[in-house]
């Protein structure tokens, strides 16, 4: 058996207090099932108990709106003396050579306190230990009494908190395949509102791929209770009108302005509140204060940023704690433009940048939607695609190797005979490439490169993509 706490619940009015008990208990339910197991619930005055043979703490300790959980032992009594005989056989082992602490809650009519109850069962004890400490004992004996029954905590266990999911209104959540927003969501859906997740794809399926292996963490292990909408937009076209179209003042900052809009719209047509990002301020340039001000007028949903005022160690530190933490994430949309850092944008600039991608919007055929019990799915349909060189031993030969990434990385360090390419120069490979030679872009992480490997493809080319590190990894191999 286990016993659940929580901690805001109790705070509610009587209605809302049962609404969100009974929510909570129905996201336990399908939290254990969903794993196979089973389990049943009572509701006492505040507390809730799970009943179950199995062993169900990591289930339990997934669900949205547990502070906290115990297993118990349950002991029926009649006589206090005997109470406090069993209570000792549980801890006799367990207090040896330690200091501890008794602690007795009651509820219902006894002839006994809950103090004389912590001298009963601390006098059996005392011979075995190495003393009473009540302020910072090694083991705390917690006994909780109700009418003739005594629940004695055998071990506890701390759970997300907040409030059960689906008790607040619907948000959708703009995730990319970097460490921040994942960990956005996962806190709006803390304070119970289920979250639909929207992703960005520059590079489908190559990016996609490394967002639904975080979409999948989250919905296996912490959407109990809601089966989320993913949106995947295909924005290879809006990148192509960034790359082809000529300089833009603000590229990174239009860019996730346009991203900002395409969340707007479906938000707005889905029901969702508001919006949420994984931004932190001054984490990176275009998240100051200034930019975040000019990125959010005009749209109509609220945006909401959970992670505003922390810092990125404190960031890396609970993504490795909800699962979602990979030292491989894909570099972001900012590494396909390149610009110099902008700290405070100015508004009619930022707007001519808006204006120039203005007509750009996602058709119904580049938006793919699917469900979060579908992820598995999804993921097998997309596959690996062949044309990711994943050694240097698997390159087509004698093919021609092209940096994309910017030419102070390309001076400090390429492999022999790369040359560098500006993305949005990719035309002039007709003329440095007219023997037809299998092309291989590289970037630092893959992204930019398979962009470009796909938009190659597509005109006829044998194309592959790769990243910086199978390059490095020959050099640290060869002898």
């Not at 003393?131 to 759970?159: C, H, K, S, W």
């Not at 707007?351 to 793919?368: G, T």
């Amino acid at each position: 058996m286990y016993l659940l706490r929580y901690s805001e619940i109790g705070l509610k009015g009587k209605k809302t207090r049962n609404q969100m008990e009974i929510r909570l208990i129905n996201n336990l339910s399908r939290s254990i099932i969903s794993k196979g197991k089973t389990g049943t619930f009572v509701r006492e005055r505040g507390r809730i108990f799970v009943i179950s043979t199995e062993e169900i703490s990591k289930e339990i300790s997934q669900v949205m709106g547990v502070k906290s959980f115990s297993s118990v032992k349950v002991i029926k009594f009649k006589d206090k003396q005997k109470l406090a005989e069993e209570i000792k056989g549980l801890f006799l082992e367990r207090i040896s050579g330690k200091k501890y602490a008794v602690y007795t809650r009651r509820t219902g009519c006894h002839d006994f306190t809950s103090m004389e109850m912590d001298r009963l069962v601390g006098d059996l004890l005392y011979q075995y230990s190495s003393g009473v400490d009540l302020r910072n004992p090694d083991i705390r004996i917690e006994i909780e009494i109700r009418n003739n029954l005594a629940y004695v905590i055998m071990q506890t266990f701390e759970g997300p908190g907040g409030l059960p999911l689906g008790t607040e209104g619907k948000m959708i959540s703009l995730i990319s395949g970097g460490i921040d927003s994942p960990v956005s969501t996962w806190m709006m859906m803390r304070r119970g509102s289920p979250v639909d997740m929207i992703f960005i794809s520059l590079a489908n399926p190559i990016d996609t791929k490394n967002f639904l292996s975080k979409a999948l963490i989250l919905y296996s292990e912490w959407y109990s209770g809601y089966n989320p909408f993913i949106y995947i937009v295909d924005a290879s076209r809006l990148i192509t009108d960034y790359l082809f179209r000529g300089k833009m003042k603000y590229a990174n900052v239009s860019y996730k302005r346009k991203m900002y809009e395409i969340a707007d719209n479906i938000a707005q047509k889905s029901g969702a509140y508001a919006i949420i990002t994984g931004e932190s301020s001054g984490q990176v340039s275009s998240q100051t204060p200034e930019n975040l001000y000019e990125l959010s007028m005009g749209i109509k949903t609220v945006i909401h940023r959970p992670l505003i005022g922390l810092d990125k160690d404190w960031i890396i530190d609970q993504a490795r704690k909800i699962g979602t933490f990979h030292n491989d994430s894909t570099e972001e949309f900012c590494a396909l433009f390149g610009e110099r850092p902008i700290t405070k944008v100015k508004h009619e600039e930022l707007m001519e940048d808006v204006e120039r991608i203005s007509s750009y919007f996602p058709n119904e055929s580049e938006i793919i939607r699917i469900r979060g019990n579908e992820i598995e799915e999804y993921l097998k349909k997309i596959g690996n695609p062949e044309y990711e060189i994943k050694s240097v031993e698997n390159m087509p030969e004698n093919s021609l190797v092209v940096d994309v990434r910017d030419p102070v990385s390309y001076k400090s360090w390429h492999p022999d005979g790369a040359i560098n390419i500006n993305p949005g120069s990719i035309d002039q490979l007709d003329e440095l490439n007219k023997e037809k030679k299998p092309v291989v872009f590289y970037c630092k992480q893959g992204l930019q490169s398979a962009y470009m490997a796909g938009r190659l493809r597509k005109k006829g080319y044998d194309a592959f993509f790769a990243s910086e590190k199978i390059f490095r990894n020959q050099i640290l191999e060869d002898p």
